[in-house]
Structures are given as C-alpha cells and as structure tokens.
C-alpha cells in the first residue's frame, strides 16, 4: 500500500520567515496529494491541494510543488505569522476509492 | 454550520461496551470516509461510502468495527466490545465525488473516544 513520509516532524520559524515542509510518497499510481492544517482540538482543515498533472500551486502565501519523478512534494508558506502555528499534515490519494494516506504531521511554530 | 457534522464530540465508555458515532456530511457529497487518528498522528482510513454502497472495508481494524450509511446521507461507526486500544479520535471526512475532479475530502470535527 501507500506510504507517505513527513519532514521535520517539528519546525519553528521566527514571524516574517519561510517554512518549507516535505513529503515522499511510494505509490506511483497516486495522483492527488492535499495539505491539511490542524490546530489543537479542531478538525482537518484543506489548505491547498495539487493534482499530479501539475508541477506546482500557489495560493497567496502557500504553494505547494510536486516531483512525480522523484515522487515527493513540498509546501512552502511565505511571510509566515503567528497564526499559521499549527500541525500540517500532507497526504496522497490513491486508488478508486481515493482514500488519503496521511503524513505524520509537522508541528509548526512561528515565533513572534 | 453546512460542513461535515459529528455526534458525539466526546464518549467515555468502561472497556467492553458497544458505542455508536455519527456523521452527517455535506448534502451534496454522495463520499463519506472514517478515519481514525491518534495522538501525534495522521489520520488513517478506516472505510467509505460511495451513497450508500461501502466500497471499501479492508482497513477497519477488526471485526468489531463495522460502519452503516443506510439511505446514502448520514452513516453510523459503531465498535463493539471496546477496548482500551480503541481510545482515539474518529473523524470523518466527505466528497463529492461525482466526477474525477472531485478529490477534496472535508473533515468533520470529530468524535474523541475515551474506553476506560
């Protein structure tokens, strides 16, 4: 089955910093990879996605890039702030059922 | 609220007890997925729904755990015989996926299972 490696499973940044989190998948056959911010106590939360068809997505301070080759994919957040403290999560789709393999997680802090 | 909704948000149950969680997914998703989470850990896929067909079971975690979406809208997780190892957190997620461009799952906040 998949399997999806995170990296760093901690990361601190000071306020106005980038923060760059990596993944590696295995399946070849996945096409979909989402990134998920959680904050303590609160659910999942969709923060940007790409599909394997594109190399890479922004969305204002987020993008995120995809290697189908190499097989990994980052997220990048510029200018980073306070309330981007939380754990990130990545994930690949995969199969009809498209159901996510998940990341360990990523526990971000940014630091006034 | 339109998003993904669970009930309970917390159950505390004596080891051995049979408990039942529900979801209710966006309207117009015809995908509901389970996932359990653990502390300091992702999400991990338990089973789904395409409407009220369960295409997928081969991840539940025993036979204890079944799930149930009767009329395609909401579903049931229900864990019979609880044990200790069960105590985390159930989350589920829902899709549209009507079409291939629909991969956004959304997530519901969650049913935190204490077995005592």
Known sequence: GENVEQHPSTLSVQEG????????????A????????????????LIIDIR???GEKKDQRIAVTLNKTAK???LHITETQPED????FCAASHGSARQLTFGSGTQLTVLP | DTGVSQDP?????????????RCDPISEHNRLYWYRQTLGQGP?????FQNEAQLEKSRLLSDR???ERPKGSFSTLEIQRTEQGDSAMYLCASSLGVSSSSYEQYFGPGTRLTVT
Do not use: M
């Open chain 2, 44 to 48: 991990e896929f338990l089973t789904y």
């Open chain 1, 72 to 74: 990994h994919f980052s």
């Open chain 2, 65 to 67: 755990f079944s799930a």
């Open chain 1, 52 to 54: 394997s068809n594109v």
């Open chain 1, 85 to 88: 403290s939380a754990v990130y």
């Open chain 1, 17 to 28: 910093d980038s923060a760059v989190i990596k993944c590696t998948y295995s399946d070849s």
């Open chain 1, 30 to 45: 996945s096409n979909y990879f989402p990134w998920y911010k959680q904050e303590l106590g609160k659910r999942p939360q």
């Open chain 2, 9 to 21: 948000r917390h159950k505390i149950t004596k080891r051995g007890q049979n408990v039942t969680f």
